[in-house]
């Protein structure tokens, strides 16, 4: 996917009590020309939208015109408060503008979650992180030490976990028999595997190997699942995992046994 990736326009800007919104307006106006020239297909605007918290009317009126000819060219805009910017007024009526694939980013609260979208090679997620400082962080993480705004985006970035301790796996699913060859349970007995021959295999997973990403119908908010197919002893195996939330940093192996059909159709393969 072809990104244009903006940063720092600080609409609004006052030079030695000059304004620069005549330049601002002329470059944002050159900009929409560069994204129909060279055919950019998502727009990634990375905070300092605006140049003070509280902006003039019109930088808001000029920031409001250029979201408009984006959203008439039907392209994803994700727009990313900054430290200039107030992160309240960036992401006000975001619902609202989400529907145009306007996406405004969240007040810190809590997890990031990503916003996904897809082209001709598949899915991709943004985490629209907004400038966080150490003490809005430590509200929503108070068990972890955070000093520095370095310590703030560590923990939020932080996605470091230890597999071999971090794992679980279901080895039985409800309406599942005994005697059924094709459950977790059965597949790792004919293969003789244990749970360390299931995490050496999904560390050895590749992309060639990916089928698709499930929603959990259930609860559209949970991490998706990651499905794959692995040929282990000339066999099929299907998997499927997903990584939890920040705060519970584990890999959930759903699935773990024999296809019950033959899959030949890998998007990547």
Same mark, same amino acid.
């Given at each position: 996917?072809?990104?244009?990736?903006?940063?720092?326009?600080?609409?609004?800007?006052?030079?030695?009590?000059?304004?620069?919104?005549?330049?601002?307006?002329?470059?944002?106006?050159?900009?929409?020309?560069?994204?129909?020239?060279?055919?950019?297909?998502?727009?990634?605007?990375?905070?300092?939208?605006?140049?003070?918290?509280?902006?003039?009317?019109?930088?808001?009126? #000029?920031?409001?015109?250029?979201? %408009?000819?984006?959203? =008439?060219?039907?392209?994803?805009?994700? +727009? /990313?408060?900054? @430290?200039? *910017?107030?992160?309240?007024?960036?992401?006000?009526?975001?619902?609202?503008?989400?529907?145009?694939?306007?996406?405004?980013?969240?007040?810190?609260?809590?997890?990031?979650?990503?916003?996904?979208?897809?082209?001709?090679?598949?899915?991709?997620?943004?985490?629209?992180?907004?400038?966080?400082?150490?003490?809005?962080?430590?509200?929503?993480?108070?068990?972890?030490?955070?000093?520095?705004?370095?310590?703030?985006?560590?923990?939020?970035?932080?996605?470091?976990?230890?597999?071999?301790?971090?794992?679980?796996?279901? #080895?039985?699913?409800?309406?599942? %028999?005994?005697?059924? =060859?094709?459950?977790?349970?059965?597949? +790792? /007995?004919?293969? @003789?595997? *244990?749970?360390?021959?299931?995490?050496?295999?999904?560390?050895?997973?590749?992309?060639?190997?990916?089928?698709?990403?499930?929603?959990?119908?259930?609860?559209?908010?949970?991490?998706?699942?990651?499905?794959?197919?692995?040929?282990?002893?000339?066999?099929?195996?299907?998997?499927?995992?997903?990584?939890?939330?920040?705060?519970?940093?584990?890999?959930?192996?759903?699935?773990?046994?024999?296809?019950?059909?033959?899959?030949?159709?890998?998007?990547?393969?």
């Amino acid at each position: 996917m072809r990104f244009l990736h903006l940063s720092d326009l600080h609409l609004g800007k006052r030079v030695n009590e000059f304004s620069m919104l005549e330049d601002q307006a002329y470059i944002l106006k050159e900009i929409l020309n560069i994204i129909d020239e060279q055919k950019v297909e998502a727009v990634l605007i990375a905070g300092d939208v605006y140049d003070k918290v509280i902006p003039p009317a019109e930088a808001v009126r #000029l920031l409001d015109d250029f979201l %408009t000819r984006l959203a =008439a060219r039907e392209l994803p805009v994700f +727009l /990313i408060s900054g @430290n200039h *910017d107030s992160a309240e007024r960036v992401a006000f009526g975001s619902r609202l503008m989400s529907s145009r694939q306007i996406y405004l980013s969240p007040v810190f609260e809590s997890d990031v979650e990503p916003i996904t979208i897809s082209d001709r090679y598949g899915e991709i997620n943004i985490y629209m992180l907004p400038f966080v400082k150490p003490s809005l962080v430590k509200r929503v993480y108070p068990e972890e030490e955070i000093i520095t705004y370095k310590d703030a985006v560590n923990v939020i970035n932080d996605k470091k976990f230890n597999i071999n301790e971090d794992f679980d796996i279901l #080895l039985k699913k409800k309406n599942e %028999t005994d005697d059924d =060859a094709y459950t977790t349970k059965n597949t +790792l /007995i004919q293969l @003789n595997y *244990d749970k360390n021959d299931i995490i050496r295999n999904l560390k050895e997973l590749k992309i060639s190997e990916y089928i698709e990403t499930l929603t959990d119908v259930k609860n559209v908010y949970s991490p998706q699942f990651w499905v794959f197919i692995k040929r282990i002893n000339l066999k099929q195996v299907y998997i499927k995992v997903k990584i939890r939330s920040i705060q519970n940093r584990k890999i959930f192996c759903i699935s773990f046994h024999f296809a019950r059909f033959q899959v030949n159709n890998f998007p990547y393969g």
